[in-house]
C-alpha cells in the first residue's frame, strides 16, 4: 500500500491551512472596504442633511417652492431629498410631488435609526413609490422635529463606486502563488532529506551498504545538515565497532596464544611425571616447581586480563575513595627490595609525604607496580629508577623514569597495546603477561588523567602522567 510521504502531507496541511487564511482575509478586507466606502457616502449625505437643516431653521417659509430652490442650489446629481415629522408623515419630496398621498414612514429603517440614534442609513432598497432602488440618509433634528432623508438611486454609478477595488485581490493572488510557490521548494526539500533519512534507516536496519550516491547530496539547510551527520556518525561507528571486532578477534588470538605456552608447559611437565613413575625426587621436584612457577604465571596473566575487562566493561563499578601514594609507593619500594637487589637496582623515591588523590586502591597499586616490574624487567643491572611528582593546581603530575637501555623509537607508539612485546623472546623469559602497561594507560585514563612515554635524552625510559587530586 503507497503511503503518502511526511512531506506531501505536511505541504498539503500547510497549504490548506495558508488557503484558508488567505480566502478569509480576502473576504474579510472585501467586506471591510466595502463597509468603508458605504460609510463614506452615508457620511456624505449626512453633511448634506445637517447643512438643510442648519439652513432651514433660519427659514421661516418652508414650502416646497422654499426647498426646491435649496435642493436646486444645492445640486446633486439624483439627489432625492425626504422630510418627514415624527409621526412618519412624509411633509416634503423633491421628486415624488404627490408627496402627500404617499405611506407612513415610520417603518422604515432609517427613520427609526435616526429617531432612536440621531442618524441612520440603508443600503439599496426598492422605493415603493418610485419602484427604483436608492440608498437612504436620514437625519433626525430635534429642534424642528422633522427628519431629513437624502437617497441616491442604487444604479451602476452607484454599485461602481461602492464596489471594492479589485487590485488587492489580483496582489493577494500573486503573494499566494509566490508563497505556495517557495513552501513547495521548503517542503520539497524538506522532503528529500526525510526520504533519505528513512532510507538510511532501512539500510542501516538490514545491515546494508551506506557508500551510494543516494546518501551523498544533501540539501544545504539545517535539516540536510544534521541528516548527514547523522549519517556519518553512523558510519564512524560502524567503523569503530570493525576496528574493535578486529581488536577483540586479536585479543582473543593473543590470550589464547598467551595461556596456551603456560599450559602446555604445565601438562607437558605433568605427563613426564605420571608416565614415569620411577623418576627420582629431585626431577620430580624440579618439574612441580616450573608446573607451580607456570600456574603463577597463568594466575597473574588471568588476574591482568580481569583488570583490564573491568576497566573496559564496567568502569562505572569502580570504587573511588582517597587514597595515600605515598605511603602506596613507600609499600612497592619494599616489596621489590629483594628484586631490585638481586639486579643491582636503586629506586630514587622522591615524592613528598601526603600525596592523596581521590581513586580505586587497587588499581592506583597496580599502576605504580607495573611501572616498576617493567623497569626491572627491562631497565637493565645496574640502573636507576626515579619517581618524582610537582603538584599543579587540581592535578599532580608524575614522572616514572629509568637510566637503563630504553625502546627503539619505533616501537614507543605501540608500548600501551595489549599484549605488545618490544622482545618477545625476552619478554616471556622474564614473565611478563604484555598486559601492565595496558592496564597502567587504562587506570590512569579512568581516574581522569593522561599518560606519554618518551625516552630520555641521556637514555632509559621516562613516563609522564597525571592524577587528579
Not at 452615508?42 to 442648519?54: H, S
Request: charged share 25%.
Amino acid at each position: 500500500m503507497c503511503r503518502t510521504s511526511v512531506g506531501t502531507r505536511l505541504y498539503i496541511s500547510v497549504l490548506s491551512v495558508f488557503v484558508v487564511f488567505a480566502v478569509a482575509f480576502i473576504i474579510f478586507q472585501h467586506a471591510r472596504e466595502r463597509e468603508y466606502k458605504i460609510n463614506t457616502l452615508n457620511t456624505r449625505l449626512q453633511d448634506y442633511n445637517e447643512r438643510m437643516m442648519e439652513s432651514l431653521r433660519y427659514l421661516d417659509d418652508r414650502s416646497d417652492k422654499t426647498l426646491d430652490g435649496y435642493v436646486a442650489n444645492h445640486y446633486i446629481h439624483g439627489l432625492r431629498v425626504t422630510l418627514i415629522d415624527r409621526s412618519g408623515k412624509v411633509v416634503y419630496d423633491n421628486v415624488y410631488k404627490n408627496y402627500k398621498k404617499m405611506g407612513n414612514h415610520l417603518s422604515r429603517r432609517e427613520v427609526r435609526e435616526a429617531l432612536k440614534d440621531g442618524s441612520g442609513y440603508d443600503f439599496s432598497r426598492v422605493s415603493s413609490t418610485l419602484n427604483q432602488d436608492y440608498f437612504y440618509s436620514a437625519t433626525y433634528v430635534p429642534q424642528c422635529s422633522l427628519i431629513v432623508r437624502s437617497a441616491l438611486p442604487y444604479d451602476n454609478s452607484l454599485a461602481k463606486t461602492l464596489r471594492a477595488d479589485q487590485h488587492y485581490l489580483w496582489f493577494s493572488l500573486v503573494a499566494m502563488l509566490v508563497l505556495v510557490f517557495i513552501l513547495y521548494r521548503f517542503v520539497s526539500r524538506l522532503g528529500d532529506n526525510i526520504t533519505k533519512l528513512r532510507l538510511f534507516a532501512s539500510r542501516a536496519d538490514h545491515n546494508e551498504s551506506l557508500d551510494t550516491e543516494d546518501l551523498v547530496d544533501f540539501p544545504g539547510d539545517e535539516l540536510g545538515e544534521i541528516a548527514e551527520r547523522i549519517i556519518k556518525i553512523y558510519k564512524r561507528l560502524q567503523k569503530t565497532k570493525e576496528e574493535q571486532n578486529i581488536l577483540k578477534r586479536q585479543l582473543t588470538q593473543n590470550i589464547a596464544h598467551e595461556l596456551k605456552t603456560p599450559v602446555a608447559s604445565i601438562q607437558g611437565y605433568l605427563e613426564t611425571i605420571l608416565e614415569n613413575p620411577n623418576i627420582n625426587e629431585a626431577t620430580k621436584e624440579q618439574f612441580l616447581q616450573r608446573c607451580y612457577a607456570q600456574s603463577q604465571r597463568l594466575t597473574s596473566l588471568l588476574h591482568d586480563i580481569s583488570t583490564l575487562n573491568r576497566l573496559d566493561d564496567a568502569p562505572e563499578m569502580v570504587d573511588f575513595d582517597v587514597v595515600d601514594v605515598s605511603q602506596m609507593v613507600s609499600n612497592i619500594v619494599n616489596d621489590t627490595a629483594l628484586q631490585l637487589s638481586e639486579r643491582k637496582m636503586t629506586f630514587s623515591n622522591m615524592l613528598p609525604d601526603g600525596i592523596k588523590v581521590k581513586g580505586n586502591q587497587s588499581l592506583l597499586y597496580s599502576v605504580f607496580r607495573n611501572l616498576t616490574d617493567n623497569a626491572i624487567a627491562y631497565a637493565g643491572e645496574g640502573t636507576t629508577i626515579t619517581l618524582s611528582a610537582v603538584n599543579d593546581n587540581d592535578c599532580w603530575r608524575f614522572t616514572f623514569s629509568d637510566n637503563g637501555v630504553g625502546v627503539p623509537h619505533e616501537h614507543l607508539a605501540r608500548i600501551f597495546e595489549r599484549f605488545y612485546r618490544v622482545d618477545k623472546g625476552r619478554s616471556r623469559k622474564m614473565g611478563g603477561t604484555g598486559l601492565g602497561l595496558a592496564i597502567v594507560k587504562n587506570a590512569v585514563l579512568l581516574h581522569g588523567g593522561t599518560i606519554k612515554v618518551s625516552n630520555n635524552l641521556t637514555g632509559g625510559l621516562r613516563f609522564d602522567f597525571t592524577l587528579r587530586k
